[in-house]
């Protein structure tokens, strides 16, 4: 499939699967460059046409002398792919139920089930204070902020961005999706379970093990997904 229309369907899994909505980004490495990489111009995602695909070098500079308006925040995906050479993919969301797990001390993001063992980690937190000072409006708009968040991110599959949102990364664009997908759901599961009391989380083993059985089961879930937006489109 076309890189762009690819990263069509991206957009609109995304949308559909509610981990995105007027907000929110999803980009992919150009495979032909790596030094360049695909997003939308400014547009909320579902609404993303192949059309509407710009392609930009890892500094965030649109390339091609192309004018239009990008989005604010594409800083957050050139600076993670040039630290980070084994993503292929990136999305950047706001999806609701993984803010508590970076506005909380002492709560991490960890995984509860086997379709999120990639969280493995716990996730850290990026701290925008930390890299802006106090003086800052929560938003990646700049390639130091963007370096920053990459440096949060280190080798890990997903940040969370304290009173904002997240980033999480994948070897390609259904990875990524597949990634962004699960983390929200167990988000909402780890949520549930912590009322409920004390919870066991898949231990470091158990979760490397289910997350190399994952990995051969994401086009399952690529082409179901893809299935149900191709469908409503
Ligand atoms: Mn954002």
Same mark, same amino acid.
């Given at each position: ?6 990263? =069509? ?9 509610? =981990? ?5 980004? =999803? ?12 997003? $939308?111009?400014?547009?909320?995602? $579902? ?37 980070? &050479? ?35 980690? &716990? ?53 990524? =999706? ?56």
């Amino acid at each position: 499939m076309d890189l762009n229309e690819e990263l =069509v369907l991206a957009n609109r899994i995304l949308y559909e699967r509610g =981990v995105v909505d007027g907000f929110g980004h =999803v980009s992919v490495r150009d495979v032909r460059d790596p030094e360049r990489f695909l997003l $939308a111009r400014n547009i909320a995602p $579902a609404l993303v046409t192949a059309q509407d695909v710009m392609a930009f070098a890892l500094d965030g500079a649109a390339l091609g002398g192309d004018s239009r308006t990008p989005y604010l925040e594409r800083f957050i995906h050139g600076s993670i792919y040039r630290v980070r &050479p084994d993503v292929g993919a990136v999305v950047h969301n706001h999806s609701p139920a993984v803010i508590p797990f970076g506005v909380v001390a002492g709560v991490t993001l960890r995984p509860v089930f086997h379709m999120s063992s990639f969280l493995r980690g &716990p996730v850290p937190v990026f701290e925008i204070r930390d890299a802006a000072g106090p003086d800052n409006d929560m938003l990646v708009r700049d390639e130091s902020l963007g370096d920053a968040l990459a440096a949060s991110l280190g080798d890990n599959p997903m940040v969370l961005m304290r009173g904002h949102g997240s980033t999480t990364v994948g070897r390609s664009l259904p990875e990524a =999706v597949f990634r962004a997908v699960y983390a929200e759901v167990n988000a909402r599961l780890q949520a549930e379970a912590m009322r409920m009391g004390e919870v066991t989380f898949l231990s470091d083993k158990e979760a490397l093990r289910s997350s190399a059985a994952n990995a051969g089961q994401i086009a399952r879930a690529w082409e179901l997904w893809s299935r149900a937006v191709s469908v409503s489109s």
